[in-house]
């Protein structure tokens, strides 16, 4: 145990220090300054009274202001709290009258709930004992004679009948617009024949060009007969004409037509693959390794030469032109003509040798 007279001197003793001395009153300072020290815990209460006693306020009394001030200081913090208090008691009391309202409302609720299930609890019992009198009374016989079970296994087969009879009548429809036999052979014939007429007029095509340049009737045909036309399918149906006989030659993904199995190939060498005079430019050289690019590949786009042109064209290209081989395009398109080493072929492909009679001047009207 402490002295509580002890502890208020120790404490207005550390309170009476100013300057640089001065301090704040606190359980710790004021034990050390105890003669029979005691513990924090018996320090701590005594320390308590003196602060409500002497109306301590520590933090404004280190600030050294005036007394007057510090006076005024700690009444209206007093005051302040003392409002604070105030206004968050009202608010709970706000809210704590709500919740007894809204608990009210919820006894009504539940107090009407209660109601409607004794209502229907007696609705149900009146109607089980009229089911279970009608029973007795035996009112649920037809007059044929027939049990409720018997009427019911009477109308699911009726149903059961009903959904059978749409399903043979669907089943029927779709039998009269099944495609009528030979109308695919005869559809796959058609195609055959449009491919062979632009293979004959475009030179050899992949199987992606082809069905792109196919007409949209015989695509819409494909459609109606079952048959849906696309590159693999495509390519698939003309890999089977591509076999020994067949009218159609696989070369490096393209089809060519063929005659009697054979592919179509040249026999000698064009005039216009033999170069009598050296190129005039290296520019000129690099068109001559275009031109026969072309001549084993088949028409081709600018895009698609470039990558199987030699390294030497390749550099030879970058010395004569300062962009090498961009725009290579439309440097091809300027060299086009009746005399130079390839021709358009209107669909943004060029072909070997030199474009034919007559041509330029439909390209020109078209």
Same mark, same amino acid.
């Not at 014939?189 to 792109?212: F, H, I, N, S």
């Not at 003309?238 to 070369?251: D, W």
């Given at each position: ?93 706000? =809210? !704590? $009258?709500?919740?007894?309202? *809204? +608990?009210? @409302?919820?006894?009504?609720? /539940?107090?009407?709930?209660? &109601? ?38 009477? =109308? !699911? $087969?009726?149903?059961?009948? *009903? +959904?059978? @009879?749409?399903?043979?009548? /669907?089943?029927?429809?779709? &039998? ?191």
């Amino acid at each position: 145990m402490v002295d509580r007279a002890e502890v208020f001197r120790v404490a207005d003793k550390l309170r009476a220090l100013r300057g640089d001395k001065k301090v704040r009153v606190s359980v710790r300072r004021v034990r050390d300054a105890l003669e029979r020290k005691g513990s924090f815990s018996d320090v701590g209460p005594e320390l308590l009274r003196w602060k409500a006693a002497r109306n301590y306020q520590p933090v404004i009394e280190l600030m050294e202001l005036p007394d007057a001030l510090q006076r005024r200081l700690g009444d209206f913090g007093k005051a302040l709290l003392d409002e604070v208090q105030a206004h968050e008691s009202r608010i709970r009391d706000g =809210e !704590r $009258r709500n919740f007894e309202v *809204e +608990r009210e @409302a919820y006894g009504y609720m /539940l107090d009407e709930a209660g &109601m409607t299930v004794d209502v229907l609890e007696a609705r149900v019992a009146a109607l089980t004992a009229e089911v279970e009198r009608l029973r007795r009374d035996g009112a649920t016989e037809t007059a044929a004679g027939r049990t409720p079970e018997e009427m019911a296994e009477e =109308e !699911r $087969r009726r149903g059961v009948w *009903e +959904r059978g @009879a749409s399903l043979r009548a /669907l089943m029927a429809r779709k &039998m009269d617009e099944k495609v009528v036999p030979g109308a695919q052979e005869a559809f796959w014939q058609d195609v055959e024949r449009e491919v062979l007429a632009l293979l004959r007029k475009r030179g050899p095509m992949p199987a992606g060009d082809l069905l792109t340049n196919l007409s949209g009737n015989l695509l819409n045909r494909g459609a109606d007969v079952e048959m849906p036309l696309s590159v693999g399918w495509l390519r698939f149906r003309l890999r089977a004409l591509a076999v020994e006989g067949g009218s159609l030659v696989e070369k490096g993904g393209r089809f060519v037509p063929a005659e009697k199995g054979i592919e179509v190939m040249p026999e000698a060498i064009a005039p216009w693959m033999v170069d009598e005079e050296p190129p005039t430019t290296d520019g000129d050289a690099v068109m001559r390794d275009v031109r026969d690019v072309l001549a084993r590949h088949g028409p081709m786009r600018p895009s698609e030469i470039v990558p199987l042109l030699p390294a030497g064209t390749t550099a030879l290209a970058r010395r004569f032109w300062s962009d090498g081989l961009d725009r290579f395009a439309k440097k091809m398109s300027e060299r086009v003509g009746p005399k130079t080493y390839f021709h358009p072929l209107g669909d943004g492909r060029y072909a070997a040798g030199p474009e034919p009679e007559g041509e330029q001047a439909k390209r020109v009207r078209r």
